[in-house]
């Protein structure tokens, strides 16, 4: 189906664990984000993408790697989770950006709860 | 990056006009308004923008006042599914970041 998927949509891992959290978009989308969601919290930018090969950071990158050699998909690796990256985490994609000032809305993936022990 | 300050919840009663501020005072001359909407635990979802215009969709109206220190959006009739967290975000000039503030809790009362 089109659209953009994350998985896993649930995930439970213990300290120190890697864990990669998949998003996977179907419009050939340029840009691509992640964000994480804290109980209490708005949407905070971990990274993002403008094309493949071309990752930068956002608000909270530290503990967090990222890597995109294909448009469509984007995961985001946590290399030793701690239990502070607990959270509901969002993939999102969006198409070219037209310049400064432009719009550009961002469609959202249905998240992912990830939960470190 | 301009921020937003937004009132942490506001309810409305089912079938009035919801009226949820917003407050960008920073906020550079060639930077939109954005507004999104989570529904419970879903991924936002985009709602309307706007730069200096007043704009209108089928969703709903976004009055941006003539300095551009503010904003109001408006939901016409509000239904019990607008139920949601509101998000008016500044959208940065370079790249294609947003960056999301707390948001407004939006309860609609039947």
């Known amino acids: 189906d089109a659209g953009i998927t994350q998985s896993p949509r649930y995930k439970i891992t213990e300290t120190g664990r890697q864990v990669t959290l998949m998003c996977h978009q179907t419009w050939s989308h340029s840009y691509m984000f992640w964000y994480r969601q804290d109980l209490g919290h708005g949407l905070r930018l971990i990274y993002y993408?403008?094309?493949?090969?071309?990752?930068d950071k956002g608000e909270v990158p530290d503990g967090y790697v990222v890597s995109r050699s294909k448009t469509e998909n984007f995961p985001l690796t946590l290399e030793s989770a701690t239990r502070s990256q607990t959270s509901v985490y969002f993939c999102?994609?969006?198409?070219?950006?037209?310049?400064?000032?432009?719009?550009?809305?961002?469609?959202f993936g249905p998240g992912t709860r990830l939960t470190v022990l | 990056d301009a921020k937003t300050t937004q009132p942490p919840s506001m309810d409305c009663a089912e079938g009035r006009a919801a009226n949820l501020p917003c407050n960008h005072s920073?906020?550079?001359?060639?930077?939109?308004v954005y507004w999104y909407r989570q529904i419970h635990s879903q991924g936002p979802q985009y709602i309307i923008h706007?730069?200096?215009n007043n704009e209108t969709n089928e969703m709903a109206s976004l009055i941006i006042t003539e300095d551009r220190k503010s904003s109001t959006l408006t939901l016409p009739h509000a239904t019990l599914r607008d139920t949601a967290v509101y998000y008016c975000?500044?959208?940065?000039?370079?790249?294609?970041?947003?960056?999301f503030g707390t948001g407004t809790s939006l309860t609609v009362i039947p």
């Open positions: 920073t906020i550079s001359g060639n930077e939109y």
């Open positions: 999102a994609s969006s198409g070219l950006a037209g310049g400064p000032g432009s719009y550009n809305e961002q469609f």
């Open positions: 706007g730069l200096k």
């Open positions: 993408s403008a094309a493949a090969d071309i990752t």
């Open positions: 975000i500044v959208r940065v000039p370079t790249g294609n970041q947003f960056y």
